[in-house]
């Protein structure tokens, strides 16, 4: 979800919603994430996703392009909290690297944007923690160990060029337990 698709929200979510409908495809596998750059409208469009029954991602926690405030008081703030399980936090993967290994140099700014980002699962415990980057067995049993939800990254899948992807069938669609820790 982009800057714009946020300005125009009320006419963005009619779009999904058509698409949504003419598919027959049910609100709840549907989840949006709004990047770095989306700021302006973000509660109003977080209200309405959630309004929709649509599942909402904070993409890049931390990130050298995002803020933290966005999170807080565009996408939390006056949400109910029976919504809160709808709404996930991604850590961005340039932490992953900081909060694991000791030596490195931002290693106690990735410990301090990492407690951050546990610090809201203490106050919305249902809010889902999602950590990109995650590219060994290691990184994976610390990240869960700590609290972390998901993860997703190279230990999972690598990146694969767009025509060697294969859609599995429908019959054969399932979540992708492999990302869930």
């Known amino acids: 979800v982009s800057k714009a698709s946020v300005s125009s929200s009320r006419e963005y979510l009619q779009n999904i919603e058509r698409i949504r409908n003419y598919y027959g495809i049910d609100s709840k596998n549907i989840a949006l994430e709004i990047t770095e750059f989306a700021n302006q409208g973000l509660k109003k469009f977080t209200h309405r996703s959630l309004s929709c029954g649509?599942?909402?991602?904070?993409?890049?926690?931390?990130?050298?392009?995002?803020?933290?405030?966005?999170?807080?008081?565009?996408?939390?703030?006056?949400?109910p909290q029976d919504?809160?399980?709808k709404v996930n936090i991604k850590l961005d993967r340039s932490f992953v690297g900081h909060i694991y290994n000791r030596s490195n140099p931002n290693y106690n700014i990735g410990k301090g944007v990492f407690q951050s980002f546990l610090g809201f699962k203490k106050d919305y415990p249902t809010l889902t923690l999602i950590a990109e980057g995650v590219e060994n067995l290691e990184v994976a049993e610390y990240l869960k160990n700590r609290g972390v939800d998901y993860g997703q990254g190279f230990y999972w899948q690598k990146p694969m060029e767009f025509n060697e992807y294969v859609q599995p069938k429908h019959s054969?669609?399932?979540?992708?337990?492999?990302?869930d820790f």
């Open 54 to 79: 649509y599942e909402v991602s904070v993409d890049d926690f931390a990130s050298e392009h995002s803020a933290p405030g966005k999170v807080i008081f565009g996408v939390l703030a006056g949400i």
């Open 83 to 85: 919504k809160y399980s």
């Open 172 to 179: 054969e669609y399932r979540l992708q337990k492999s990302f």
